[in-house]
């Protein structure tokens, strides 16, 4: 069984930061596709950032130069950096893993594992 736990969230005033983190096994972490998505009550689950199989990052316009994707191999850890937060970035944010290669950007039906999701809230 997949298990993908994230953690990080919490209020931030906009322009702060946080940093949410993933953390699974060491074969999915090393092998599978892995995402964040976000989802607002009411909308579509939507892809903010990702690294596919081979390790290429990809990231949604709306979060580029913003968010960072990291990695700690050592913990088996995915993280999610994101400066310069907006209110418009508030939202339940899941990771995401998937053993297909897939870009980072891949729509939400096609992964096949979530985290429980973690609560991002950005202030004005």
């Known amino acids: 069984q997949v298990q993908l736990v994230e953690s990080g969230g919490g209020s931030v005033q906009a322009g702060g930061s946080l940093r949410l983190s993933c953390a699974t096994t060491?074969?999915?972490?090393?092998?599978?596709?892995m995402a964040w998505f976000r989802q607002v009550q009411g909308k579509e689950r939507e892809a903010v950032a990702g690294?596919?199989?081979?390790?290429?990052?990809n990231y949604a316009d709306s979060v580029k130069g913003r968010f960072t994707i990291s990695q700690d191999n050592g913990k088996n850890t995915l993280y999610l950096e994101m400066n310069r937060l907006k209110p418009e970035d508030t939202a339940l944010y899941y990771c995401?893993?998937?053993?297909?290669?897939?870009?980072?950007?891949?729509?939400?039906?096609?992964?096949?594992?979530w985290g429980q999701g973690t609560q991002v809230s950005v202030s004005s």
């Open positions: 995401a893993a998937d053993p297909s290669y897939m870009s980072g950007l891949a729509p939400a039906p096609l992964w096949n594992y």
């Open positions: 060491e074969f999915v972490f090393s092998h599978y596709s």
């Open positions: 690294r596919d199989s081979l390790g290429k990052l």
